[in-house]
């Protein structure tokens, strides 16, 4: 779990090719897929982040943990970020956004989705791979931070559920 703290805005665009990237920390649940860096990015920049459903056994729980971020002078702080993801027919993937301030001690469920609100560009029956810039296959997501306006040290995790699916890409 990250001990750095960030103060807020914090920015990620996933274009440096250390993954992850500094003051970012990756948690597999164990299974054989997890988030890596991908090439591919939702502008020129290219660059994102994936979690590879295509190869994750359902049922696998894979975390990618932000910084810490200092949210102490914001009052209404907003995440958002940008998503790319195909569904692949009869298998549901979810993504949730969980916020600590006990550092991880208890979770806040701040966001959530799973297949077919998940998905952005359809179903594919190959390993889903985004065009970068895209508009079409990328979206953009926020989920409210309000709730933890005011604390100094919130921890924010990507928290991904696989159903076998089919892959996820977040960028910016």
Do not use: H
Request: charge should be negative; aromatic fraction near 12%; hydrophobic fraction near 35%.
């Amino acid at each position: 779990i990250p001990v750095n703290v960030s103060v807020a805005p914090v920015t990620q665009d996933f274009v440096a090719t250390t993954f992850p990237p500094v003051n970012w920390t990756r948690i597999n649940g164990g299974g054989t897929a997890t988030y890596t860096r991908s090439a591919v990015g939702a502008t020129a920049a290219n660059g994102s982040t994936k979690m590879d459903f295509y190869n994750s056994a359902a049922g696998d729980v894979e975390y990618l943990y932000t910084p810490k971020v200092d949210l102490s002078t914001l009052t209404n702080p907003v995440l958002t970020f940008k998503l790319a993801k195909a569904s692949y027919t009869g298998f549901i993937d979810q993504c949730d956004i969980v916020a600590s301030t006990d550092c991880g001690a208890t979770w806040t469920t701040i966001w959530t989705k799973s297949d077919p609100q998940l998905t952005t560009s359809g179903a594919a029956t190959a390993a889903f791979t985004p065009t970068s810039g895209s508009t079409t296959q990328w979206r953009n997501e926020s989920a409210s931070l309000s709730a933890f306006a005011g604390q100094t040290e919130v921890l924010i995790a990507f928290k991904a559920v696989s159903g076998y699916g089919n892959n996820m890409y977040l960028d910016d």
